[in-house]
């Protein structure tokens, strides 16, 4: 079959034929969730050298335990929770290293962040690029619980169900968490912000 005809398979279909034998398809699921991956990752970990290193390890577990996935949710959401959990983990063991790498997401992610189509003026590009930077350090300083969801809410656009489902917690604590989030995040950034007002 050609990949053009199994590129439009669904997700189950493509899952049930790797597990059937033909595991070169598995490469059609990491082409339809990379982007999605490597940007939680990268958010996660705040643009650190690792992110290459942590997304591809999400992919290979779930391809290791794909025998495991039992259709309960989506396979997006399989492995937005293997992600979350990757990063987790990284974050311990590296005692937040991330904290104040940062790079700019335009450059390494053109995914995430997007100018608009029009060319912005070199005033325009530097402003976008330090606001950028500020919300990553401020995404940084949260706690994971709190990165966490806003990272699944705004940046992968995840509902409050869905992100229920990834974090493996009643759709009440989301909301709760996530409101929580983001007065920790607003108050963050009006921290941050603070100096640059007195200077002007």
């Known amino acids: 079959m050609e990949y053009c005809e199994v590129s439009v398979l669904t997700d189950p279909e493509v899952i049930q034929r790797v597990l059937d034998g033909d595991t070169d398809l598995f490469e059609i699921l990491v082409e339809r969730y990379q982007n999605h991956v490597y940007g939680t990752v990268y958010r996660f970990l705040g643009g650190h050298s690792d992110v290459d290193d942590v997304a ?21 959401t399989y492995l937005y929770r293997i992600a979350v959990n990757k990063c987790i983990d990284w974050a311990r063991k590296n005692k937040r290293e991330t904290s104040r790498r940062h790079t700019d997401a335009s450059e390494e992610l053109p ?42 809410y705004y940046y992968q656009e995840l509902s409050y169900k869905e992100i229920a489902h990834v974090l493996d917690l009643p759709v009440r604590t989301v909301e709760t968490r996530l409101y929580r989030a983001r007065h920790a995040f607003e108050k963050h950034m009006k921290k941050e912000g603070e100096p640059h007002e007195k200077q002007g």
Request: no cysteine; proline share 5%.
């Open 56 to 76: 591809q390890e999400v992919f290979v577990t779930a391809y290791k335990n794909l025998g495991r996935f039992a259709y309960r949710s989506q396979f997006s």
């Open 111 to 152: 995914i995430l962040d997007q100018l608009p189509d029009r060319d912005p003026s070199p005033e325009e590009a530097f402003i976008r690029k330090k606001e950028r930077q500020s919300v990553q350090a401020t995404l940084d300083d949260l706690s994971e619980r709190y990165r966490s969801v806003l990272i699944l």
